[in-house]
């Protein structure tokens, strides 16, 4: 679950561009403490990007979002979060951002 704690950051691009930097803390089913820095890129045909500021939903293929997030915990069991690289690729909907993550192998 994802705790109410955190913030994300946006820098809107002149180019239609979104440079993403999110930060948060993560609780798992078993109580572990996980905090996430993700920072990545959402492009798109600047007339989608407008409709996804405005909070309108639009056809996740046609939106480049790539995320690299990192990981931290002191949880013995998610060292491996800690101790990998990911990539994802994001979908964002009106009411939820969906994050897909990938280890890099």
Do not use: H
């Given at each position: 679950?994802?705790l ?19 930060r948060?803390?993560?609780e798992?089913?078993d109580?572990a ?49 800690v ?23």
């Amino acid at each position: 679950m994802v705790l109410a704690a955190g913030a994300d950051y946006q820098l809107l691009c002149d180019d239609g561009r979104s440079e993403l930097d999110a930060r948060y803390a993560i609780e798992t089913d078993d109580g572990a403490l996980i905090y996430v820095i993700n920072r990545g890129i959402r492009r798109g045909p600047v007339d989608l990007m407008a409709k996804l500021a405005r909070g309108e939903p639009v056809d996740p293929a046609a939106i480049y979002f790539r995320t690299i997030p990192r990981s931290e915990t002191s949880a013995p069991a998610y060292q491996w979060l800690v101790q990998s690289l990911f990539i994802a690729t994001g979908i964002r909907n009106p009411d939820a951002v969906l994050l897909s993550l990938f280890e890099v192998r």
